[in-house]
T-cell receptor, first 114, second 115 residues
Framework: LAKTTQPISMDSYEGQEVNITCSHN???????ITWYQQFPSQGPRFIIQ???TKVTNEVASLFIPADRKSSTLSLPRVSLSDTAVYYC???????????????FGSGTRLQVQP | DAGVIQSPRHEVTEMGQEVTLRCKPI?????LFWYRQTMMRGLELLIY????????DSGMPEDRFSAKMPNASFSTLKIQPSEPRDSAVYFC?????????????FGPGTRLTVT
């Protein structure tokens, strides 16, 4: 079965750069890779998305290799308020059904310490 | 803009009862998504609509679940009869279809507890 995987958790300190990788081996050809941030008791919030190579906005960068089977979310100089769960979202081909389905990764819990 | 609005925010019900969750998408958005989030299974897409038409309902767990979108500003997710394993947080999200990517705007969710 197709599966979008991420590390369960990561720890960091304020001011450090954090890189979170998502593996998506069965990504659909025309699909973007999208990352979300979720705080407790809130819905996920869009951070960044890209199709290939590198994308940067005011809060993060997204690195996508040529084969697009993985992506890395980079958060520069994290602060305590970046403590949250981070999810990747891709469209994946499911071989058992032959269909494309939007699939969230399992989520990475980032804990930023002072 | 008020964002995606969901109601109720919390729902506690007994097994066997009917539950209806409601969602108002962002005005002008033409795609609407229903997700379920649990500790065990994470975030799962249940169904999504484009221009009020269901496009993919393959994530709907079973016949007890149904979703409707009678117009562009309202959708419901109904569970009948409810079971304890349906306990989860249900999110509604909307976006503008036709643009690139999957930038969706999520509501605050409805926390459902079935006893």
């Amino acid at each position: 079965l197709a599966k979008t995987t991420q590390p369960i958790s990561m720890d960091s300190y304020e001011g450090q750069e954090v890189n979170i990788t998502c593996s998506h081996n069965n990504i659909a050809t025309n699909d973007y890779i999208t990352w979300y941030q979720q705080f407790p008791s809130q819905g996920p919030r869009f951070i960044i998305q890209g199709y290939k190579t590198k994308v940067t906005n005011e809060v993060a960068s997204l690195f996508i290799p040529a084969d697009r089977k993985s992506s890395t979310l980079s958060l520069p100089r994290v602060s305590l308020s970046d403590t949250a769960v981070y999810y990747c979202l891709v469209g994946e081909y499911h071989m058992d059904t032959g269909r494309r389905a939007l699939t969230f990764g399992s989520g990475t819990r980032l804990q930023v310490q002072p | 803009d008020a964002g995606v609005i969901q109601s109720p925010r919390h729902e506690v019900t007994e097994m066997g009862q009917e539950v209806t969750l409601r969602c108002k998408p962002i005005s002008g958005h033409n795609s609407l998504f229903w997700y379920r989030q649990t500790m065990m299974r994470g975030l799962e897409l249940l169904i999504y609509f484009n221009n009020n038409v269901p496009i993919d309902d393959s994530g709907m767990p079973e016949d007890r679940f149904s979703a409707k979108m009678p117009n562009a500003s309202f959708s419901t997710l109904k569970i009948q009869p409810s079971e304890p394993r349906d306990s989860a947080v249900y999110f509604c999200a909307s976006r503008i279809e036709g643009g690139s990517g999957n930038e969706q705007y999520f509501g605050p969710g409805t926390r459902l507890t079935v006893t």
